[in-house]
């Protein structure tokens, strides 16, 4: 299995701000993922960010909105720009062992944009 | 692109009874995985269970199964002898082998004493 922390767990924060969300996993892992679940919603994933290569975004996310960063293999984050409250969500990042099945969640940060 | 079906919004179950969430999935991949996950009030996502397209036998993991029909492309999840702690969101999510998932819209159970 993997363990998966977030910083920060929840914020509060006004619009036009920006998050910078951290996700650190307890082994080396070639994917990981950033999720955003909006309230009452099912989760949708935002982009895949593999080390060494630039992240890959879904359908109706942009870099410009949600630059993300992997400097290693245990490492990412995921920064929400020029917040709205259109962007209160939780944000979940996920992890996809090397050669298994399994796939982790982080704990999620709840952000609330006022 | 993908199209999972978890058509029961909300579930009621007594507690010590056996439940089951359904899931379908639209998809032309021979090979896959299907997950649960089950999602508290605290907003953590946990994984439940997994059966990959070609395992003979349905997965069990202590009071998780899946009802695998292949043919149907369903992947129920049976929860047996319910406890108050299962009340939670279940989600249901399949893999073809970008490792990303697509989740279902979710089942809210809840285990009633």
């Known amino acids: 299995s993997a363990v998966i922390s977030q910083k920060p767990s929840r914020d509060i924060c006004q619009r036009g701000t920006s998050l910078t969300i951290q996700c650190q996993v307890d082994?080396?892992?070639?994917?990981m993922f950033w999720y955003r679940q909006q309230p009452g919603q099912s989760l949708t994933l935002i982009a895949t960010a593999n080390q060494g290569s630039e992240a890959t975004y879904e359908s109706g996310f942009v870099i410009d909105k949600f630059p993300i960063s992997r400097p290693n293999l245990t490492f990412s984050t995921l920064t929400v720009s020029n917040m709205s409250p259109e962007d209160s969500s939780i944000y979940l990042c996920?992890?996809?062992?090397?050669?298994?099945?399994?796939?982790?969640f982080g704990p999620g940060t709840r952000l609330t944009v006022t | 692109a993908q199209k999972i079906t978890q058509t029961q919004p909300g579930m009621f179950v007594q507690e010590k009874e056996a439940v089951t969430l359904d899931c379908t999935y639209d998809?032309?991949?021979?090979?896959?995985?299907l997950f649960w996950y089950k999602q508290p009030s605290s907003g953590e996502m946990i994984f439940l269970i997994y059966q990959g397209s070609y395992d003979e036998q349905n997965a069990t993991e202590g009071r998780y199964s899946l009802n695998f029909q292949k043919a149907r492309k369903s992947a129920n999840l049976v929860i047996s002898a319910s406890q108050l702690g299962d009340s939670a969101m279940y989600f249901c999510?399949?893999?073809?082998?970008?490792?990303?998932?697509?989740f279902g819209s979710g089942t809210r159970l809840q285990v009633q004493p």
């Open positions: 998809t032309s991949d021979q090979s896959y995985g």
């Open positions: 999510a399949p893999d073809t082998g970008r490792r990303a998932l697509t």
């Open positions: 082994s080396q892992v070639t994917m």
């Open positions: 996920s992890v996809a062992v090397d050669s298994s099945y399994e796939q982790y």
